[in-house]
């Protein structure tokens, strides 16, 4: 069982909290999956560390930054979305979809509405097309972003609500559900506009920790380090 919110370090606090870690006889694994680092003992985790995705894991479980790294994001909430494309750090395209899904008054998105209610009435056809129509578009930025560059990670914050429509859309994704180099963006995600991505990319490119309940027990907060993420060169 997890403690409760993952805490920001810096590079520095990593390698030194991968040493404590070592020395109390903790089991490092990396989970590539979730691009996380796992410290385990008696089988049972203690911590999780996610790894920035601009950074590979080595055989040794030390890290290196990615030459030439290619990223592109896709959140998406019922009537608002965005795509992003990044070139080692740098935003090079982006966009915001704005769809009329959402029933007024009642606040429901009209794909969830439909599983109870139907769509005989116009209004409902109305945003119905609305939202296949968000898909498609959402899709067809997706996939210049593989025509044009060589994406290295797709990283997709998105319900599994709307994950038949995203997927069965008329214009599929570029990339499909188990693809590896397709990875869950591992933060909420409330409102997914312009700000919204630049946070969960720089989020993405940061060291995070999390404990278990069990974990906290074994570490004190002087040992997990203090490092300030932001003081760090980019050229280490």
């Known amino acids: 069982m997890s403690s409760g919110q993952s805490k920001e370090i810096s590079t520095v606090d990593f390698y030194s909290f991968q040493e404590k870690a070592n020395q109390k006889g903790l089991i490092q694994s990396y989970l590539p999956e979730s691009h996380q680092m796992e410290f385990s003992l008696d089988n049972k985790w203690m911590a999780k560390v996610s790894i920035p995705w601009n950074m590979k894991v080595l055989d040794d479980n030390s890290i290196q ?112 559900k188990k693809q590896d180099n397709l990875l869950g963006i591992p933060f909420h995600v409330q409102h997914p506009d312009f700000e919204t991505l630049q946070l969960i990319h720089k989020k993405l490119n940061a060291f995070h920790i999390l404990f278990s309940e069990e974990g906290e027990k074994h570490f004190s907060e002087s040992e997990i380090g203090n490092s300030s993420p932001e003081e760090e060169s980019e050229d280490w």
């Open 65 to 176: 930054k990615r030459d030439d790294y290619h990223m592109a994001l896709v959140m998406i909430r019922a009537g608002i979305a965005t795509t992003g494309y990044f070139h080692d750090g740098a935003l090079i395209d982006h966009k915001v979809f704005r769809a009329y899904m959402v029933r007024q008054k009642q606040g429901k998105s009209q794909i969830k509405y439909l599983k109870t209610k139907g769509k005989s009435r116009a209004g409902s056809r109305i945003r119905l097309g609305e939202s296949e129509l968000f898909f498609e578009e959402i899709n067809e930025r997706l996939n210049q972003y593989a025509s044009n560059y060589p994406i290295d990670h797709w990283g997709i914050s998105c319900s599994k609500t709307l994950w038949p429509y995203f997927f069965g859309a008329a214009t599929p994704p570029p990339f499909d």
